[in-house]
T-cell receptor, first 111, second 111 residues
Framework: DAGVTQSPTHLIKTRGQHVTLRCSPI?????VSWYQQVLGQGPQFIFQ???????GRGNFPDRFSARQFPNYSSELNVNALLLGDSALYLC??????????FGPGTRLTVL | QKEVEQNSGPLSVPEGAIASLNCTYS??????FFWYRQYSGKSPELIMF????GDKEDGRFTAQLNKASQYVSLLIRDSQPSDSATYLC???????????FGSGTRLSIRP
């Protein structure tokens, strides 16, 4: 079975631009969570979606938004990029929100 | 105050010995506890989860939970060089669905 997939793998943007990151969960999993991980830190929770509804939101500005589609895939959008948004963005899928399995991540660099 | 605390390390352990990794958390109502392993440049990989007080064993790994002391640990028996990685402790809080990660402990197994 395929694991969690994320696209793109790497991305370079400039300040002020917008970015869309994509995630496909493990087949049968209905929950997707997004995390931001900067070097030397643990993943920081951004959003969780379950059955297309937002279940939780972390302490991130409104520039960050997400949605989940009927096939349970998800998008994370970040507007007005700042240098500090440079990080590894991780998507994790789970059947109900408990044990979460991470995708390979998208490395975002903002110049 | 950080919600999930881990010693950043590095923790150096000789090959074949027991590695002991510790984590404390601040919310007494926390329900679920997870240990992830993260190799450099890779995404976190779920090792174990534990919900109840006591020990849970899986192969060379044992998770220990003490809710009264708000303490969770991971023991790795017969440590191997391939166990060298950063170990992330994660806690799911009762008040929300989000999972909070610690900053991780770097473990180095020396031959």
């Amino acid at each position: 079975d395929a694991g969690v997939t994320q696209s793109p793998t790497h991305l370079i943007k400039t300040r002020g631009q917008h970015v869309t990151l994509r995630c496909s969960p493990i087949s049968g999993h209905k929950s997707v969570s997004w995390y931001q991980q900067v070097l030397g830190q643990g993943p920081q929770f951004i959003f969780q979606y379950y059955e297309k509804e937002e279940r939780g939101r972390g302490n991130f500005p409104d520039r960050f938004s997400a949605r989940q589609f009927p096939n349970y895939s998800s998008e994370l959008n970040v507007n007005a990029l700042l240098l500090g948004d440079s990080a590894l963005y991780l998507c994790a899928s789970s059947w109900s929100g408990e044990e979460q399995f991470f995708g390979p991540g998208t490395r975002l660099t903002v110049l | 105050q950080k919600e999930v605390e881990q010693n950043s390390g590095p923790l150096s352990v000789p090959e074949g010995a027991i590695a002991s990794l510790n984590c404390t958390y601040s919310d007494r109502g926390s329900q679920s506890f997870f240990w992830y392993r993260q190799y450099s440049g890779k995404s976190p990989e779920l090792i174990m989860f534990i919900y109840s007080n006591g020990d849970k064993e899986d192969g060379r790994f044992t998770a220990q939970l003490n809710k009264a002391s708000q303490y969770v640990s991971l023991l790795i028996r017969d440590s191997q060089p391939s166990d060298s990685a950063t170990y992330l402790c994660a806690v799911r809080y009762s008040s929300a669905s989000k999972i909070i990660f610690g900053s991780g402990t770097r473990l180095s197994i020396r031959p």
